[in-house]
């Protein structure tokens, strides 16, 4: 595979690896998608700048031959480009012999890179020559190896940026390795193709020879297009194993599905390791066979299967998966699957590819839990503080210290709060969140609860307006308190004051819609997909800024929502009204919580 050369690695950037994991996988399924199937050398030219420059995100990409040296001389010349300007065209056509990025790499057989400064514009040639008509802040040429022969080096400029990220690199290293593959899948094709114009022609000889009785010379012609056969099969088997090498030898584990003849499945070493045996799809040699699950441990059906789905043409990126093996232990996994068409895109079958996340997953557990520990010891000196501000209140007649005990009990309350909330969201995201189910009228409910909301806040007003044929839910009614607690909050931080709150109540068929709607400024429409989302808070408007919270509040309730298998989203009219809705399923017994 390419390596990076040692002097010019860059410092690493702090990112997440799981998601570079995914988004590694995401792009190899998306380039082999996309080079399957093309034989036509200038195809495959094209789709290799096209891929490069979308998936490595690069404002110009180049492809330049690099056949083996002749005379000393590496000829180096243009086959494909994107995004290159007319004025570029001459100045990067032709690089052979002449000091480049482009010719570095093919000479070090590294990944060479170099920022568009005084010292790279003096010394490449092709450097300077994309700086000249383009703002680039680096410019990276990496060179396509296949078994061990240099056929090409692909060059990408990039703007915007001071030096090329951790996650990268790793991705130009596997392209490289596809891209080098898919060119020497073309010359191979190319060189059969010039093969068997002269095969036709011995044939065609051999028939006349045999027509005006030379058959000694027939013979001899049919042995050398026997033998010429013989050698275009041997370099098919070749190509194949060496395609089989590819694949076995990959760092992410890949598996391909053939979709033709016997349905036949190729698996990766580091595959068969994370199912420490065959792949679920393989034909059963054995009893020890890993099963693909979702999370949570349900088996995967078999039209369910990522492979099985591709193959009928529903890919999928970065879904969370689990590899349970024979000893009942479970690895999970980001899986991206797609279909491998033809050029007719008749689908063939299709690959996968699976990236252990274990460790990333242990350690996200390890942060939640932390977080529930923090949230859980600060409720005991909190308790405190409440009882010594409740007595020094009680005790003293003087009306500061009687203020100055309350502001301590508004902070604690306050404090408390914000623990609660890193509470439960550390449990919902530990997946340790449980619900006390009991059979509950909602409509009640939902009269104390609005009840309380006009006490706690006289200049609030809030109605009630509720259908009458609600039946009894099953849920667990503190939980379902907080949610409505919670938006009913947000209703008077964010409402305009003088206009009451409205909180509706209806069935809707098997389940039942909780409507909470006040006027105000309203949400602004790019702020409403992220909502739910943890630590978002509204910050359209000058009156919500720096108002208290954690940003926990309507994650949680989300999180409380379908933990009861209901639903829960927003609307808003901006300077109109504003409304949160959250549905609660009905049913004759109440379901695991």
């Given at each position: 595979m390419?390596t990076?050369?040692?002097?010019?690695?860059?410092?690493?950037?702090h990112?997440?690896?799981?998601a570079?994991a995914?988004q590694l996988?995401?792009?190899i399924?998306?380039?082999?998608?996309a080079?399957?199937?093309k034989?036509?050398?200038?195809?495959?030219h094209d789709i290799i700048v096209e891929q490069a420059t979308?998936?490595?995100?690069a404002d110009?990409?180049?492809?330049?031959d690099?056949?083996?040296?002749a005379?000393?001389?590496r000829?180096?010349?243009?086959l494909?480009s994107?995004g290159?300007?007319?004025?570029l065209?001459g100045a990067?056509g032709?690089?052979?012999?002449?000091p480049?990025l482009?010719l570095r790499a093919?000479?070090?057989?590294r990944?060479?890179h170099?920022?568009a400064?005084?010292a790279a514009?003096?010394?490449f040639a092709d450097v300077?020559?994309?700086?000249?008509?383009?703002?680039v802040?680096?410019v990276l040429?990496?060179?396509?190896l296949?078994a061990?022969r240099?056929?090409?080096v692909?060059?990408?400029?990039?703007?915007?940026?001071?030096?090329?990220?951790a996650?990268?690199l790793?991705?130009v290293?596997?392209?490289?390795?596809?891209?080098a593959?898919a060119?020497a899948?073309?010359?191979?094709?190319g060189e059969?193709?010039?093969e068997r114009?002269?095969?036709r022609a011995l044939v065609a000889?051999?028939?006349?020879a045999?027509?005006?009785d030379?058959?000694?010379?027939a013979?001899?012609l049919l042995r050398d297009?026997?033998?010429?056969l013989?050698?275009a099969?041997?370099r098919?088997?070749?190509e194949?194993q060496w395609l089989?090498?590819?694949?076995e030898?990959f760092?992410v584990?890949?598996?391909?599905f053939?979709?033709r003849?016997?349905?036949s499945?190729?698996?990766?070493?580091?595959?068969e390791q994370l199912?420490?045996g065959p792949h679920p799809l393989?034909?059963?040699?054995?009893g020890?066979?890993a099963?693909?699950c979702?999370p949570?441990?349900?088996?995967?059906?078999?039209?369910?299967m990522p492979l099985?789905?591709?193959?009928r043409g529903?890919?999928m990126?970065c879904?969370?998966l689990?590899?349970?093996?024979?000893?009942g232990?479970?690895?999970p996994v980001?899986v991206?699957?797609g279909?491998v068409?033809?050029d007719?895109?008749?689908?063939l079958?299709?690959?996968?590819?699976?990236?252990?996340v274990?460790?990333f997953?242990e350690?996200?557990?390890?942060?939640?839990e932390?977080l529930?520990?923090v949230?859980?010891?600060?409720?005991q000196?909190?308790?405190?503080?409440?009882?010594?501000?409740g007595?020094?209140s009680?005790?003293?007649?003087?009306a500061?210290?009687?203020?100055?005990?309350?502001?301590?009990?508004?902070?604690?309350q306050?404090?408390?709060?914000?623990?609660?909330?890193?509470?439960d969201a550390?449990?919902?995201?530990?997946?340790?969140?449980?619900?006390d189910?009991q059979?509950?009228?909602?409509?009640?409910?939902l009269?104390?609860?609005?009840?309380l909301?006009?006490?706690?806040?006289p200049?609030?007003a809030v109605?009630?307006a509720a259908?009458e044929?609600v039946?009894?839910?099953?849920?667990?009614a503190?939980r379902?308190d907080q949610?409505?607690?919670n938006?009913?909050?947000?209703?008077?931080?964010?409402?305009d004051?003088?206009?009451?709150?409205r909180?509706?109540?209806s069935r809707?068929?098997?389940e039942?819609?909780?409507?909470?709607?006040?006027r105000g400024?309203?949400?602004?429409?790019?702020?409403l997909?992220?909502?739910?989302?943890?630590?978002q808070r509204l910050t359209?408007?000058?009156?919500?800024?720096?108002?208290?919270?954690?940003g926990l509040?309507?994650y949680?309730?989300?999180?409380?929502?379908e933990?009861h298998g209901?639903?829960?989203?927003?609307?808003?009219?901006?300077d109109?009204t504003?409304?949160?809705h959250f549905t609660?399923p009905?049913?004759?017994a109440?379901q695991?919580?």
């Amino acid at each position: 595979m390419t390596t990076i050369s040692a002097h010019d690695r860059p410092p690493g950037t702090h990112g997440e690896p799981a998601a570079a994991a995914a988004q590694l996988a995401e792009a190899i399924v998306e380039a082999s998608a996309a080079l399957s199937g093309k034989r036509d050398p200038q195809q495959i030219h094209d789709i290799i700048v096209e891929q490069a420059t979308r998936l490595l995100g690069a404002d110009l990409s180049l492809l330049h031959d690099a056949r083996a040296p002749a005379d000393g001389v590496r000829a180096l010349r243009l086959l494909a480009s994107s995004g290159l300007p007319g004025a570029l065209a001459g100045a990067l056509g032709d690089l052979t012999s002449t000091p480049s990025l482009a010719l570095r790499a093919a000479e070090s057989r590294r990944i060479e890179h170099a920022a568009a400064d005084d010292a790279a514009l003096e010394r490449f040639a092709d450097v300077r020559a994309i700086e000249a008509c383009t703002e680039v802040c680096w410019v990276l040429a990496a060179p396509l190896l296949a078994a061990e022969r240099l056929l090409g080096v692909l060059t990408c400029a990039f703007g915007g940026r001071s030096a090329p990220s951790a996650e990268l690199l790793p991705r130009v290293q596997a392209l490289g390795a596809l891209f080098a593959l898919a060119l020497a899948s073309a010359e191979r094709e190319g060189e059969q193709r010039d093969e068997r114009e002269p095969r036709r022609a011995l044939v065609a000889a051999a028939a006349s020879a045999e027509a005006a009785d030379a058959q000694p010379r027939a013979d001899a012609l049919l042995r050398d297009a026997q033998a010429a056969l013989h050698e275009a099969n041997a370099r098919l088997a070749a190509e194949q194993q060496w395609l089989r090498s590819i694949i076995e030898d990959f760092p992410v584990a890949i598996a391909v599905f053939d979709e033709r003849g016997g349905r036949s499945l190729l698996a990766s070493r580091r595959c068969e390791q994370l199912c420490d045996g065959p792949h679920p799809l393989a034909t059963p040699t054995s009893g020890r066979r890993a099963l693909l699950c979702a999370p949570g441990g349900r088996p995967l059906l078999h039209h369910e299967m990522p492979l099985v789905r591709a193959a009928r043409g529903q890919g999928m990126t970065c879904e969370e998966l689990w590899f349970r093996r024979s000893d009942g232990s479970h690895i999970p996994v980001v899986v991206s699957a797609g279909p491998v068409r033809d050029d007719q895109g008749t689908i063939l079958g299709a690959i996968a590819s699976y990236e252990d996340v274990t460790h990333f997953i242990e350690r996200e557990r390890l942060r939640e839990e932390w977080l529930s520990i923090v949230a859980h010891d600060l409720k005991q000196p909190l308790t405190a503080i409440t009882a010594c501000a409740g007595m020094l209140s009680r005790r003293s007649e003087a009306a500061d210290i009687r203020g100055w005990s309350r502001k301590i009990l508004a902070s604690v309350q306050r404090i408390e709060r914000m623990a609660e909330d890193l509470l439960d969201a550390s449990k919902l995201e530990a997946r340790r969140f449980s619900l006390d189910r009991q059979p509950t009228d909602l409509r009640a409910q939902l009269r104390a609860a609005v009840d309380l909301a006009n006490m706690e806040r006289p200049e609030r007003a809030v109605v009630l307006a509720a259908d009458e044929d609600v039946p009894l839910v099953h849920a667990d009614a503190a939980r379902v308190d907080q949610v409505v607690g919670n938006l009913l909050l947000n209703a008077a931080k964010y409402g305009d004051p003088s206009a009451p709150t409205r909180v509706t109540l209806s069935r809707r068929g098997a389940e039942v819609e909780v409507a909470i709607e006040n006027r105000g400024p309203g949400i602004h429409p790019d702020e409403l997909p992220k909502l739910f989302q943890r630590f978002q808070r509204l910050t359209s408007g000058p009156s919500r800024r720096n108002l208290p919270g954690t940003g926990l509040g309507l994650y949680i309730c989300k999180g409380i929502i379908e933990a009861h298998g209901g639903r829960i989203w927003a609307r808003s009219e901006p300077d109109e009204t504003t409304s949160f809705h959250f549905t609660l399923p009905l049913s004759e017994a109440p379901q695991g919580g």
